[in-house]
């Protein structure tokens, strides 16, 4: 058995305030004990600023991180954007695809980054054709996600139409197909339950993606496995569903049977408050994923009133335009007071609670946080930055959420294992070249 002491000159722990002087005992890479206010001992690791649970990012496409800066001043919509990605997407091959993913999932770890939600759609070959192994790509990001030292929920998508009047998919979205929802699940069986760090969820793209009859389907053959999907993230899609169906997304979710505790809406931006309440009564979860949603001119989702309504908020980098999970927390609150005209509608600790343990109350990971029986997955916060400067523990959470960024992240720990020392990562040691070499390799320059 493997025990380590820490001792953290602050802690959050899960309210408004920070709490002194807390030791944390891990013991095979989980908390066996906490102690808040009491001395270090001579064995303890000692941690300056605040330590806080890594941040567990719901949702990401590790490749969309291939388009920064080169997307995010043209005009537009959604569906525009849509042709660049696209285009990336059908450059990729196993080898630059691990490794384009290795180092953005580095990159989220030195932001403080724990986990994350690898929402994962490029299955085959840029024809439709198999890989020897059906998994090659899903398997790539498993082993880039060991690299980086983070924990990952491969979230194995269903992408079998381009609309709910499409039998097929477009021809630039072949190698997301598994051409019948059989195949798919066969595929995403043969994945096993993961392994070490890594679990296995199942991501029916979205309801054009995936017909009625097909996520039935999806219910049937789950087998204790979350699933995660794409919900009324444009008017258009909407409007599709309704003129299909003559229900909106939500309501198709809910016929199938999808949703409650295991379920997660992503993005649910454009709802009825028939949607809300179905969300909300099944506690289904709803990741929110403000900076992508901007960015895509989207809109901005009725996080509050899902929340009041019993809905489960977690919060993702979606296309990772940015990697900042301090960012993604306070636009849940900055962006709705913009909408609303109020102010205050999320208490600042709830919003750390969703980029925290909400994430892997969505990944189906259990426990997060500093707390007994929670894998140590921790990050320590300096607090010297003209950011934090000011540090006041009665109001660390608005603190943290309201003014801090991932420069302040100066150490990660998952497992107990460090994997970020002093704003360095220790197994990926040249982050900034080997993204540039990664993304150099799948773009037209």
Not at 47 to 72: K, Q
Not at 388 to 410: G, K, N
Request: hydrophobic share 45%; net charge negative; proline share 3%.
């Amino acid at each position: 058995m493997t025990t380590q002491s820490f001792h953290a000159q602050w802690a959050w722990r899960g309210g408004e305030e920070a709490v002194a002087n807390v030791r944390i005992t891990v013991s095979n890479g989980v908390i066996a004990s906490v102690e808040n206010g009491v001395d270090a001992q001579a064995s303890d690791v000692r941690i300056s600023g605040v330590v806080m649970p890594g941040f567990v990012n719901a949702h990401s496409h590790a490749f969309h991180r291939a388009l920064r800066g080169r997307t995010h001043g043209g005009a537009g919509d959604f569906w525009s954007w849509r042709t660049p990605m696209y285009e990336i997407a059908n450059r990729l091959t196993p080898e630059t695809y691990g490794e384009l993913a290795a180092m953005t999932f580095a990159e989220m770890a030195l932001s403080g980054i724990t986990g994350v939600g690898e929402f994962h759609y490029i299955h085959h070959q840029q024809d439709g054709t198999r890989y020897a192994n059906p998994n090659e790509m899903g398997l790539a990001m498993v082993e880039a996600s060991q690299r980086a030292g983070i924990r990952m929920a491969l979230l194995d998508v269903a992408y079998l139409h381009s609309g709910l009047d499409k039998p097929e998919p477009l021809a630039e979205q072949k190698r997301f197909s598994d051409g019948t929802i059989d195949n798919w699940l066969d595929r995403v069986d043969a994945l096993g339950e993961g392994g070490e760090n890594w679990t296995v969820g199942m991501a029916p793209h979205s309801v054009r993606a995936v017909h009625p009859n097909e996520l039935e389907e999806v219910v049937a053959n789950r087998h204790g496995k979350v699933v995660h999907v794409h919900v009324s993230e444009q008017p258009a899609e909407n409007a599709a569903c309704i003129a299909a169906t003559g229900k909106t997304p939500t309501q198709v979710l809910a016929d199938a049977g999808m949703l409650g505790r295991h379920f997660t809406a992503v993005h649910a931006t454009h709802l009825t408050a028939t949607d809300i309440s179905l969300l909300g009564s099944s506690h289904s979860g709803v990741c929110m994923c403000p900076t992508t949603e901007r960015d895509l001119a989207d809109g901005v989702g009725p996080a509050s009133s899902l929340c009041a309504g019993g809905a489960v908020l977690s919060l993702g980098t979606d296309s990772n335009a940015f990697i900042d999970m301090f960012e993604e927390a306070r636009a849940v609150e900055t962006d709705e007071r913009l909408v609303t005209g109020k102010r205050g509608l999320h208490a600042p600790a709830s919003l750390l609670i969703a980029a925290t343990s909400g994430g892997a109350t969505a990944l189906g990971w259990g426990q997060h946080g500093i707390q007994i029986g929670a894998p140590a997955d921790f990050i320590a916060l300096s607090l010297n930055s003209v950011r934090l400067a000011s540090f006041d523990a009665a109001h660390a959470a608005a603190h943290i959420v309201h003014a801090a960024s991932p420069a302040d992240v100066r150490d990660v720990w998952v497992g107990g294992r460090q994997i970020v020392q002093d704003h360095k990562h220790l197994a990926v040691l040249d982050v900034v070249g080997g993204l540039g070499r990664a993304i150099a390799a799948v773009v037209t320059l």
